[in-house]
T-cell receptor
Framework: GENVEQHPSTLSVQEGDSAVIKCTYS??????FPWYKQELGKRPQLIID?????GEKKDQRIAVTLNKTAKHFSLHITETQPEDSAVYFCAASKGTYKYIFGTGTRLKVLA | NAGVTQTPKFQVLKTGQSMTLQCAQDMNHNSMYWYRQDPGMGLRLIYY???????DKGEVPNGYNVSRLNKREFSLRLESAAPSQTSVYFC????????????FGAGTRLSVL
């Protein structure tokens, strides 16, 4: 069935370093890929997304890249700060209600 | 500026009890969703409502029922709670069934003993 694998499950970086989280999807018809940030005990928040007709999208310190051939997409956070510490979820969709979520990455930014 | 509002925030039930989780959005969105979040797993879709008057099963619908009361409100009911339904439940909305799910509620943490 449709599946999204997310790696790593936990990631620790020093403040100021970069963090990269990778997701691989199984359904080649997927065409929309959002990323959510969830702070402890809070709701998921959409932080960036990309559609299949674009290879890269950037928003300040956050960027997402998409490789349709390899069926993977990645979240890049540069110049990490303590407030970036959270769980990050990727998802894939075929442009409908049906989002398949990854299992999450717990990012810890060490001061 | 409430967005998506869920009640209650916390609930403890005994096996076999029933309860309804309430969700309301004030963004005039057409589509609404119920997800559950379990440790080590991503969000899984329980039910969704593409528009007022319609509901459909998601990935994990067993043991749940939903009602789209009007455009604003979408409730989730557990008729006979089971320990396997211990989870955090999130309601969400989007402008259309193809729209971006940008807004989630604050979540309901449910424990079934």
């Amino acid at each position: 069935g449709e599946n999204v694998e997310q790696h790593p499950s936990t990631l620790s970086v020093q403040e100021g370093d970069s963090a990269v989280i990778k997701c691989t999807y199984s359904d080649s018809a997927s065409n929309y890929f959002p990323w959510y940030k969830q702070e402890l005990g809070k709701r998921p928040q959409l932080i960036i997304d990309i559609r299949s007709n674009v290879g890269e999208k950037k928003d300040q310190r956050i960027a997402v890249t998409l490789n349709k051939t390899a069926k993977h997409f990645s979240l890049h956070i540069t110049e990490t700060q303590p407030e970036d510490s959270a769980v990050y979820f990727c998802a894939a969709s075929k442009g409908t209600y049906k989002y398949i979520f990854g299992t999450g990455t717990r990012l810890k930014v060490l001061a | 500026n409430a967005g998506v509002t869920q009640t209650p925030k916390f609930q403890v039930l005994k096996t076999g009890q029933s309860m309804t989780l309430q969700c309301a959005q004030d963004m005039n969105h057409n589509s609404m969703y119920w997800y559950r979040q379990d440790p080590g797993m991503g969000l899984r879709l329980i039910y969704y409502s593409a528009s007022e008057g319609t509901t459909d099963k998601g990935e994990v619908p067993n043991g749940y029922n939903v009602s789209r009361l009007n455009k604003r409100e979408f409730s989730l009911r557990l008729e006979s709670a089971a320990p396997s339904q211990t989870s955090v439940y999130f309601c969400a909305s989007s402008d259309t069934a193809q729209g971006i799910i940008q807004y989630f509620g604050a979540g309901t943490r449910l424990s079934v003993l």
